[in-house]
């Protein structure tokens, strides 16, 4: 008996297929990122070696990837890769996958940086670090800054050390576990940065079965309002920042306002930044 010789081509056509039917939004770019994972190439090499055929161990491989990827695991989870601000970074279940609209926040926190001071040492801290996508990569856009990471999950934490030592970045970070900003000192850092978690809870079973089936609830949950962490950050961050200094907080859809009013009259000027989609996506409050 012979059986069917599937070629690059082919499975990606068949695959897209499939995607479309189970309900993945983007099923072409879905199905040429898990290939080209499973044969450890760049997508551009997919369109190269269009007619070349899979051979079998490729072949259950990308089978297997498939299935995943139709019971709504997001791609990043199957690869256990993600690229943000143009950099590599490893995920696993233990963190949110680091998304577009986090660059936001990193851009706006790398500008501002230099501003508050011009000696060194730069430091700051990121609270909820997760992968470690916001603190590796503002250490990678700010030369001669250090930070302090902090997580409440060990697994997390692991990570985002994983992360800082593939990066280079190991010897400017200090990771801590812990509750927002209980493990660090009284230091005068020049910034706080966090992606909290902001999901009111009423909204965790409307989100999307890649998210709700798959990222940690610990890093969507916002508690009743949403906004939760938000008022214990506007609290708590004062006592580490320096004269200056700024807390530059994710904001969910229609939430920086309230983050705004939340703050009350005890910050300097606020800041609101929209995301590409014009959404206010980032509140950046100086300290006075
Ligand atoms: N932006 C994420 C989402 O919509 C939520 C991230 C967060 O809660 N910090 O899934």
Redesign the pocket.
């Known amino acids: 008996m012979t059986e069917k010789i599937w070629t690059i081509g082919s499975i990606l056509r068949w695959t897209e297929q499939y995607f479309g039917k189970k309900g993945v939004e983007t099923p072409r770019l879905d199905a040429e990122v898990l290939l080209s994972h499973v044969l450890g190439r760049e997508r551009i090499h997919l369109y190269v070696h269009f007619d070349e055929p899979l051979e079998k161990a490729e072949l259950a491989r990308f089978r297997e990837a498939v299935a995943e990827r139709a019971r709504h695991k997001p791609v990043a989870y199957i690869t256990g890769r993600r690229e943000f601000m143009g950099l590599d970074f490893s995920v696993s279940p233990a963190v949110?996958i680091p998304?577009p609209?986090?660059e936001i926040l990193v851009e706006a926190a790398a500008e501002r940086l230099p501003m508050v001071t011009a000696q060194a040492p730069l430091r700051f801290a990121d609270i909820g670090t997760g992968s470690g996508a916001i603190a590796l990569s503002v250490l990678s856009l700010c030369g001669g800054s250090s930070a302090d990471a902090v997580d409440i999950s060990p697994e997390a934490l692991s990570v985002a050390q994983r992360n800082a030592a593939a990066l280079g970045l190991d010897g400017r970070v200090t990771f801590h576990r812990g509750d927002l900003l209980a493990p660090l000192a009284d230091e005068a850092y020049a910034a706080i940065l966090s992606?909290?978690?902001?999901?009111p809870a009423a909204e965790i079973d409307g989100?999307a079965p890649d998210?709700r089936g798959y990222?940690p609830l610990l890093?969507?949950r916002?508690g009743a309002s949403g906004l939760e962490f938000y008022a214990r950050l506007l609290e708590e961050a004062p006592r580490c920042l320096q004269a200056g200094g700024f807390l530059a907080v994710?904001a969910?859809i229609g939430q920086a306002q309230r983050i705004r009013a939340m703050a009350g009259t005890g910050w300097g000027r606020v800041e609101i930044l929209p995301d590409l989609a014009g959404i206010e996506r980032v509140v950046v409050l100086w300290k006075a």
């Open positions: 949110l998304r609209d986090t992606n909290p978690p902001y999901i989100l998210v990222e890093a969507l916002g994710e969910g």
